[in-house]
């Protein structure tokens, strides 16, 4: 739960300084005492759900805009430096790299599937469209009764309102990137 005060700190302050608001200000206007609010800011304090409502109400926003993640203009990820979202040992490894976040649409993953290994993903829903890139091996995707084989260096692009499988057929690891797509938002 540490990553909820981290968001609102961040969100918090971000809103304050770009409605022009002192601390002082804030505080007349939220019934927050100032000193909370520095601490919320400051990521020291756990500000009850009554608080955050208070603050979203005083501030005239949502409550959801405080706990979201903050927006951030750079962002470069690692995935082999985090822990893999899914992990099957021996099998295959998912890295979430970039979730579906300020405008819900799209998310990114990095997966790897060792040789004999078999990733299955449950539909995504309606209107939802994946597009892969293979950067390392072969994959062998199934979703609908279509099999189609992705070598290094190509791309391939699916619906994915259906159960679907990546296998590695191959004798080395494969690994690819995932960009799915909700465009019925």
């Not at 608080?51 to 959801?64: D, E, T, W």
């Amino acid at each position: 739960m540490e990553y909820l005060a981290h968001n609102v700190a961040v969100n918090l302050n971000r809103i304050r300084m770009g409605k022009g608001m002192s601390l002082d200000v804030v505080s007349e206007q939220t019934g927050v005492s100032k000193s909370m609010l520095a601490q919320i800011e400051k990521g020291t304090a756990n500000p009850s759900l009554g608080v955050l409502g208070k603050i979203a109400s005083g501030l005239r926003i949502s409550f959801q805009e405080l706990v979201d993640t903050p927006p951030v203009d750079f962002c470069l990820v690692s995935p082999e430096e985090t822990v893999p979202t899914k992990e099957l040992e021996g099998k295959y490894k998912v890295w979430t790299c970039f979730p579906y976040e300020d405008n819900h649409k799209a998310e990114i993953y990095r997966i790897d599937i060792e040789p004999g290994g078999v990733y299955v993903s449950g539909a995504h829903g309606e209107k939802t469209r994946e597009y892969l890139s293979v950067t390392e091996g072969t994959l062998t995707v199934e979703s609908k009764g279509v099999i189609q084989t992705v070598e290094t260096n190509q791309m391939y692009r699916f619906e994915t309102d259906s159960r679907h499988e990546y296998r590695n057929e191959g004798k080395v690891k494969t690994s690819f990137i995932c960009f799915f797509l909700d465009y019925g938002r």
